[in-house]
Structure formats: structure tokens, C-alpha cells
């Protein structure tokens, strides 16, 4: 008797191993928005030595550089590793900051920042009904951590708000809108950075990589958002690495904008991820 044999065709084939790995790559990413879910947006305060209990089986170099952070920092804030990280960061960073030194300075030299970030979107040609409500509820944020008057909320209300996903959500928005608005605007400046991350143009780097929610940031939009709103950024990296002398020391980036405000938010890298462990004191 004859055997036959019947074969899948090449292109059949290809397009059942794009949907295997695409189906499983849908798989993770829902496993670990899953277990993203379980962490708050932003977390409560945490002694840095809570990092050496986490890590007290891992690298000897990392708990070595954890005991170097607890002698500056006292306390850190976790948060969600959902791709907003910095931008969530950046925005409790900020707020409490303003409602703990009450600096109405800052708040006015802010503002008008915030208004030429408009601008810039407007020259852009974006409309002003894609990105108004953002800016919106950015300045209602600002004036709220004010203290007196019938609006003014607590630290604990800043904390509750900073966990609700309707206005976290509008707030990294803006920041996303403001950083895209800022890179487009010195594209120049940005396009070779841009082209050592990928090969897309500002412009599509931009519609794909700053303002879509869930897309993590680095250097770049690190950069832009400092330089747009004028605050200065210290990113402490967390990491394996050792120094050449052989010693341990922290890696720290300065992110400093030639109109810089007085203040400097400090935020931390863990080691191959987001900016998760983002707010330290």
C-alpha cells in the first residue's frame, strides 16, 4: 500500500508560527498586566530598607548599592510597572512637592510654562479639543495641593487622587502631550537619539513611542519633559553594575534644563525595568 503524505504549505506554515508567537506574546502581556493590576498606580511610603529585605537573596553588588541609597534617601514609593511609570512618578513627585513647601512661586513660573506647552501644540497644528481637557485637570491638580481655599486637598487626598485611574490617567496624558509637543519642537536636537532607539522619524516616534498610554519612557523623554517644564530630574539607577576601581557607587543621571525651577526631583531605575521605584526623599 501506498503511503502519502500531505504537506502545509510554506506561507500556511509561517502564518500559523506569527500566530503562535503572537498569541503567546498576547498571553504574557496579559499576565502581567494581571499582576501589574495588583500594585496601585502609586504606593504608599516605604523605608529603603525594604529593598534590602526584597533583594536579600540577589546580587551582593545590588544590596551593597541599597545600603549607599538608604544613607541619602529615607523612604520610597513604589509604582505600577504598566509603561506609565515615569510620568506617574513625576507627577506625585511634583504635586507633593508643592503641597509639602506650599511655593506659590513655583506654581506661577510653572503655569506659564504649561501655556507655552499649549502654544507648541497649537503651532504644531494639533487642535485644541485633543489635548485641552489634559492640560486642564494638569492646572486643577496644581491649584488644589494650595492650601486655603474650599478646594485645597490633603496628602492623603493627593495620594487617593494619584490612585484614581480617571484622573492619573489625564494627567500622564498631559505629560505625555507636553513631552511629544517639546521633541517635535527641537526636532533637530532629538532626531539622533530618536534614530539610535529606532529608525522611525520624530514624527512617528512620537505618535507611537510618547503619547500612546503604556509606552515606556527613557533618555529621551526624559530629557524633553524636564527642558518643557523647566524642573530638573535626578534618575538614580539601581543596577548590577561596579564601578573600575572595583568600589560601589550609584549611577546617577542629571537631567538639568537651562530654565531650571529650584527644585530637583529625584526618581530610580530598578535593573531591567521601568521606572517602577520611581520616588525617593
Same mark, same amino acid.
Given at each position: 500500500?501506498?503511503?502519502?503524505?500531505?504537506?502545509?504549505?510554506?506561507?500556511?506554515?509561517?502564518?500559523?508560527?506569527?500566530?503562535?508567537?503572537?498569541?503567546?506574546?498576547?498571553?504574557?502581556?496579559?499576565?502581567?498586566?494581571?499582576?501589574?493590576?495588583?500594585?496601585?498606580?502609586?504606593?504608599?511610603?516605604?523605608?529603603?530598607?525594604?529593598?534590602?529585605?526584597?533583594? +536579600?537573596?540577589?546580587?551582593?553588588?545590588?544590596?551593597?548599592?541599597?545600603?549607599?541609597?538608604?544613607?541619602?534617601?529615607?523612604?520610597?514609593?513604589?509604582?505600577?510597572?504598566?509603561?506609565?511609570?515615569?510620568?506617574?512618578?513625576?507627577?506625585?513627585?511634583?504635586?507633593?512637592?508643592?503641597?509639602?513647601?506650599?511655593?506659590?512661586?513655583?506654581?506661577?513660573?510653572?503655569?506659564?510654562?504649561?501655556?507655552?506647552?499649549?502654544?507648541?501644540? +497649537?503651532?504644531?497644528?494639533?487642535?485644541?479639543?485633543?489635548?485641552?481637557?489634559?492640560?486642564?485637570?494638569?492646572?486643577?491638580?496644581?491649584?488644589?495641593?494650595?492650601?486655603?481655599?474650599?478646594?485645597?486637598?490633603?496628602?492623603?487626598?493627593?495620594?487617593?487622587?494619584?490612585?484614581?485611574?480617571?484622573?492619573?490617567?489625564?494627567?500622564?496624558?498631559?505629560?505625555?502631550?507636553?513631552?511629544?509637543?517639546?521633541?517635535?519642537?527641537?526636532?533637530?536636537?532629538?532626531?539622533?537619539?530618536?534614530?539610535?532607539?529606532?529608525?522611525?522619524?520624530?514624527? +512617528?516616534?512620537?505618535?507611537?513611542?510618547?503619547?500612546?498610554?503604556?509606552?515606556?519612557?527613557?533618555?529621551?523623554?526624559?530629557?524633553?519633559?524636564?527642558?518643557?517644564?523647566?524642573?530638573?530630574?535626578?534618575?538614580?539607577?539601581?543596577?548590577?553594575?561596579?564601578?573600575?576601581?572595583?568600589?560601589?557607587?550609584?549611577?546617577?543621571?542629571?537631567?538639568?534644563?537651562?530654565?531650571?525651577?529650584?527644585?530637583?526631583?529625584?526618581?530610580?531605575?530598578?535593573?531591567?525595568?521601568?521606572?517602577?521605584?520611581?520616588?525617593?526623599?
Amino acid at each position: 500500500m501506498e503511503s502519502t503524505t500531505t504537506s502545509v504549505p510554506k506561507s500556511d506554515a509561517d502564518n500559523w508560527e506569527n500566530f503562535r508567537d503572537e498569541d503567546t506574546m498576547q498571553q504574557q502581556s496579559a499576565i502581567l498586566a494581571e499582576e501589574a493590576e495588583k500594585i496601585p498606580f502609586i504606593g504608599d511610603k516605604e523605608p529603603i530598607s525594604a529593598l534590602a529585605v526584597e533583594y +536579600q537573596s540577589g546580587s551582593p553588588i545590588l544590596m551593597q548599592k541599597i545600603k549607599v541609597l538608604d544613607e541619602q534617601y529615607s523612604s520610597i514609593r513604589r509604582t505600577r510597572g504598566d509603561g506609565n511609570c515615569f510620568f506617574r512618578s513625576f507627577m506625585f513627585s511634583y504635586l507633593e512637592h508643592i503641597l509639602e513647601t506650599q511655593d506659590k512661586v513655583e506654581v506661577d513660573r510653572i503655569t506659564v510654562n504649561v501655556e507655552e506647552c499649549k502654544k507648541t501644540l +497649537q503651532n504644531l497644528g494639533y487642535a485644541d479639543f485633543i489635548f485641552e481637557d489634559f492640560f486642564a485637570l494638569f492646572l486643577e491638580q496644581l491649584e488644589s495641593v494650595i492650601q486655603g481655599k474650599d478646594t485645597s486637598i490633603s496628602h492623603n487626598e493627593l495620594v487617593t487622587r494619584s490612585r484614581d485611574q480617571s484622573i492619573s490617567d489625564y494627567v500622564v496624558m498631559f505629560f505625555r502631550f507636553v513631552t511629544s509637543g517639546e521633541i517635535q519642537k527641537r526636532s533637530e536636537f532629538f532626531e539622533p537619539f530618536i534614530l539610535g532607539l529606532t529608525n522611525s522619524t520624530v514624527d +512617528q516616534f512620537c505618535k507611537s513611542s510618547v503619547e500612546p498610554m503604556g509606552e515606556e519612557s527613557d533618555h529621551v523623554h526624559i530629557t524633553a519633559l524636564s527642558d518643557a517644564l523647566g524642573v530638573p530630574i535626578r534618575v538614580v539607577y539601581l543596577d548590577r553594575s561596579s564601578c573600575d576601581t572595583g568600589g560601589i557607587s550609584v549611577t546617577m543621571i542629571f537631567y538639568t534644563p537651562s530654565n531650571a525651577c529650584r527644585l530637583a526631583l529625584t526618581l530610580a531605575r530598578e535593573d531591567g525595568s521601568d521606572l517602577t521605584r520611581p520616588y525617593m526623599d
